[in-house]
């Protein structure tokens, strides 16, 4: 089984600044690693993904995460936020497991608000 | 292409009724799930579909929530009887595969609330 913790629940920036979110995985197999992001009133957004090769992920909206095996983290960055960045952002894990079936699992997110 | 959708989008009810979740997936799509996003929380998986059939609905509760996905393609939820707890956003996303390198699509969800 894995888990995500999130460390943050809610993180207020100053636009343009920059931003990291935080998130620790523990499994006991290898592991998918993705972000998705939620805006007020829809569903989640994916933002990026790991499976393999580069730890350095690149996304969309300008946003990217670096895998870190050995500190079993995900975390993730933007160089300048934009009032529109505010939003939910989820990490989650999934185990990498022949034939499917592996859930993927979230952690309870972090609530990035932007302020001017 | 388009999203997947859902409906309806927002439902009150009393506790002890019934209702239920209509989710149809992005075209082509043959894994779809429901999750359960109760408020401050993150996704929680109830029940996952490949085409027809059940992967896994090891976190549903059997006694009161039911799903079906008869021809492998929209899929229903149904809860009956509903209890407070049951408050939450129901989230329907599909995939092509199940593969753990494929990316789940989400529709915007239905926002249950229970009095």
């Known amino acids: 089984a894995q888990s995500v913790t999130q460390l943050d629940s809610q993180v207020p920036v100053f636009e343009e600044a920059p931003v990291e979110l935080r998130c620790n995985y523990s499994?006991?197999?290898?592991?998918?690693l993705f972000w998705y992001v939620q805006y007020p009133n829809q569903g989640l957004q994916l933002l990026l993904k790991?499976?393999?090769?580069?730890?350095l992920v690149k996304g969309i909206n300008g946003f990217e995460a670096e895998f870190n095996k050995s500190q079993t983290s995900f975390h993730l960055r933007k160089p300048s936020v934009h009032i529109s960045d505010t939003a939910e952002y989820f990490c989650?894990?999934?185990?990498?497991?022949?034939?499917?079936?592996?859930?993927?699992?979230f952690g309870t997110g972090t609530q990035l608000k932007v302020e001017l | 292409e388009a999203g997947v959708a859902q409906s309806p989008r927002y439902k009150i009810i009393e506790k002890r009724q019934s209702v239920a979740f209509w989710c149809n997936p992005i075209?082509?799509?043959?894994?779809l799930y429901w999750y359960q996003q109760i408020l401050g929380q993150g996704p929680k998986l109830l029940i996952q579909?490949?085409?027809?059939?059940?992967?896994?609905d090891s976190q549903l509760p059997k006694d009161r929530f039911s799903a079906e996905r008869l021809k492998g393609v929209d899929s229903t939820l149904k809860i009956q009887p509903a209890k407070l707890e049951d408050s939450a956003v129901y989230l329907c996303?599909?995939?092509?595969?199940?593969?753990?390198?494929?990316?789940?699509?989400f529709g915007d969800g239905t926002r249950l609330s229970i009095l």
């Open positions: 499994s006991s197999v290898s592991v998918y």
């Open positions: 790991y499976l393999s090769g580069s730890t």
């Open positions: 989650a894990v999934k185990g990498v497991v022949t034939g499917g079936g592996n859930k993927l699992t």
């Open positions: 579909f490949q085409n027809n059939g059940v992967v896994d």
């Open positions: 996303a599909s995939s092509k595969g199940q593969g753990g390198d494929q990316p789940q699509h």
């Open positions: 075209s082509g799509h043959a894994t």
